[in-house]
């Protein structure tokens, strides 16, 4: 059966590690032939700075090559209903379109965000999960309803700063965004921070924001393999006192999912969960970072975001790297 790298939770937490021991090996020795005389088919149906460099450059340093597919650059809109009567605007089904990639590239990316429209459709993960039955070949999440290379480049950008996560007090905290986001980054914080044996706490405005309960039942079974905890409060003091770790994201209430101009009056209400000095002067000299893009002095002030605590470039950086290894692992 052929292995795809579609979210952290299909590997344990050794193999996860040894993921980022490779994408160390390759930081410090970066041009490999890995990738040599293969290809991969980058599919964006969403748009992208980082990832899209970063799987591009990281194919040619191992001496592969990308191929990047989107609607705006002449791709088929797709079907992904099985058994549909396919009279609307998709013009190929896509069975067809993965089983023929398959016979031309070695791997394939899929970035496709939710459509915002239902959750309870969304967090099927449809289209990636739909690539992945119908691939031959290795399909890696670019980015759907969780973002594992994030999830990895964030691992790795810690461990480089702190070492062992082991004991680690880590706070994921929502943060004012004048339009409701996907939640899939903070998905993937979540479920890494408690996979690599960190103490969590989500820190959200009101318990509408709480995540997916999938997520936050893997976060804490996660937290009990390792004999650490998930805590979730709206109390931003507690939050922030004494952590190692400050993580900002800004993400939709799932109770509200398509229903947006409802959920505006409690998002506009919690402007302040700002990430500021002061919120950072509670915590114990943590380190601080954002998966980007990230709307300066709303989600976080330029005086901590421009802070040496700020790993979030180091972060953005090991995308490159970890890209590599998982690519790398597939192909093997």
């Given at each position: 059966m052929t292995r795809h790298f579609l979210n952290t939770f299909d590997y344990s937490q050794a193999e996860i590690q040894a993921l980022l021991d490779d994408a160390r090996r390759l930081k410090e020795s970066p041009f490999t032939r890995d990738l040599e005389n293969k290809t991969i088919a980058l599919v964006f149906l969403n748009n992208s700075l980082r990832t899209r460099t970063s799987f591009d450059v990281g194919a040619r340093q191992m001496g592969g090559h990308a191929i990047v597919l989107s609607p705006s650059s002449g791709m088929w809109a797709l079907e992904y209903e099985p058994g549909a009567v396919m009279l609307d605007e998709a013009e190929e089904h896509v069975s067809e379109a993965a089983q023929v990639l398959?016979?031309?590239?070695?791997?394939?990316?899929?970035?496709?965000?939710?459509?915002?429209?239902?959750?309870?459709?969304?967090?099927?993960?449809?289209?990636?999960?739909?690539?992945?039955?119908?691939?031959?070949?290795?399909?890696?999440?670019?980015?759907?309803?969780?973002?594992?290379?994030?999830?990895?480049?964030?691992?790795?950008?810690?461990?480089?700063?702190?070492?062992?996560?082991?004991?680690?007090?880590?706070?994921?905290?929502?943060?004012?965004?004048?339009?409701?986001?996907?939640?899939?980054?903070?998905?993937?914080?979540?479920?890494?921070?408690?996979?690599?044996?960190?103490?969590?706490?989500?820190?959200?405005?009101?318990?509408?924001?709480?995540?997916?309960?999938?997520?936050?039942?893997i976060a804490e079974g996660y937290a009990a393999e390792n004999g650490r905890s998930v805590r979730v409060t709206t109390d931003i003091e507690s939050a922030y006192t004494g952590a190692e770790v400050v993580?900002?994201?800004?993400?939709?209430?799932?109770?509200?999912?398509?229903?947006?101009?409802?959920?505006?009056?409690?998002?506009?209400?919690?402007?302040?969960?700002?990430?500021?000095?002061?919120?950072?002067?509670?915590?114990?000299?943590?380190?601080?970072?954002?998966?980007?893009?990230?709307?300066?002095?709303?989600?976080?002030?330029?005086?901590?975001?421009?802070?040496?605590?700020?790993?979030?470039?180091?972060?953005?950086?090991?995308?490159?790297?970890?890209?590599?290894a998982i690519m790398r692992n597939l192909v093997r």
């Open positions: 398959s016979r031309y590239v070695d791997l394939i990316g899929i970035r496709a965000f939710p459509k915002f429209e239902d959750w309870e459709e969304d967090r099927k993960d449809k289209v990636l999960q739909s690539w992945a039955k119908h691939s031959q070949v290795p399909v890696i999440n670019m980015e759907t309803i969780t973002h594992p290379c994030q999830e990895l480049a964030l691992a790795m950008a810690l461990q480089e700063h702190m070492g062992s996560l082991d004991g680690k007090k880590f706070v994921l905290t929502w943060s004012y965004h004048p339009r409701p986001l996907n939640t899939a980054v903070a998905n993937s914080a979540l479920m890494i921070a408690s996979k690599m044996g960190m103490d969590v706490t989500l820190l959200v405005p009101t318990e509408e924001f709480v995540l997916d309960e999938r997520y936050m039942s993580y900002a994201k800004s993400w939709g209430a799932l109770p509200y999912f398509g229903r947006w101009e409802e959920e505006k009056p409690i998002r506009d209400a919690h402007r302040n969960f700002i990430v500021d000095a002061r919120k950072m002067a509670l915590t114990d000299d943590a380190l601080v970072s954002h998966c980007l893009p990230m709307r300066r002095n709303v989600i976080m002030t330029d005086e901590v975001f421009d802070s040496p605590s700020c790993v979030a470039y180091d972060e953005a950086e090991n995308r490159l790297h970890v890209q590599k």
